[in-house]
């Protein structure tokens, strides 16, 4: 069975979800406890079969596996879908009741343009991260690495982030940075002052003693309601 890992997963399981979205409905039945149990899969035979490898389980392990030596049955099939159906339920569920993953890095944002800043800008170990103009999307450029633009060589853009995702694009080094600020904006911010001896908010050299001890300036703390 295949490793799984938190970006994969999560992956699968959202193109999964696109995919059935737009699949017609099937009335499917497995046995379960000497019972029959009805229910409606939208996933092609493919689409369930791939989702197997993350379902929890010894018995989807036994599917997945099965699924690659010789095939599935019919009754073993319908209990892929059934799996991979309660799968898509179980996390839609989740994100229903969850707070956005990135939220609290879109109210650092949110905290500097109430208090009147204009030039929004969170530098992190590597890369910037500047939120679009109505703060639905975050982009993400590279601190070391430029590009062409319009106006000559420019930061190079790397991928963006939502409220619930990181851009697939982003490398694995770039995904834990911008996670780490997910979970704790200051901490990052902090991490990235005492790398640099610069603000990560301002970009200024940290010049005063309780600033260079913090790793941050007090004054953009304040501002970015960190």
Known sequence: MQTATATDRAAAIARAARLAALGDPRVMTVTARGELVTFTSR?????????????????????????????LSPAQMAWAHKLATDLLQAESAEDANSEPQFNRLFSVFQAAKSRGLKRLTLRLSGV????????????????TETEEGNYGPQPKYLGKITPNRLDSRLADEVKAVLLEAASDPLTAAVRYGKETGSCSCCGRDLTNPQSIELGIGPICREKYGL
């Open 43 to 71: 996933l092609t035979d493919d689409a369930a079969q791939d989702l197997l490898q993350w379902c929890p389980g010894r018995f989807a392990a036994s599917l997945w596996q099965q699924s690659h030596d010789r095939g």
């Open 128 to 143: 910037n991260v500047k939120p679009n103009r109505d703060l639905t999307t975050l982009w993400v450029t590279s601190q």
